[in-house]
């Protein structure tokens, strides 16, 4: 039985993302999880743990256990938020601003050589093609939602 080929390009594009997860963590050295995090506070600043579930979307529970680990690393800092105190701020240390500054040619040559060959006029068709996928299956998600 044959599938249909709408369902073999979904399959592609989950082989496709977790390649692309997998080689970015052995080129950069970070998860893209940890990545995130980093590269989120290095261009908005300071932001507390809420803003950046929000921001990453990130399940706030995954997120604290990440910002610890991270913390560990000497890359970012905690902090209560001094006008109130049910928020915890996070901001990069001087260490993770310089793995940051360290870590983004790497990722534009690795983004740069995933794209090997595809012309611009590809890379665009291909961007275009994603954010309709992606259109159709928020939509998807919202009528699933206003079901249940």
Known sequence: MHEPIQTLAIQQLGRTHRAYLSAFEAHIGLSMQRWRVLLLLHQLGELSQKELAL??????????????????????????????????????????????NEMLPKRGAFIENAFGDLSQEQVVALTSMLKTLEHHLNADLAAALQRS
């Open 55 to 100: 921001r990453l979307p990130m399940d706030p529970g995954a997120l604290t256990r990440l910002i610890k680990a991270i913390e560990q690393q000497g890359w970012i800092a905690r902090r209560n938020d001094a006008t109130d105190n049910r928020l915890t701020n996070v901001a990069l240390t001087d260490a993770g601003c310089a793995v940051v």
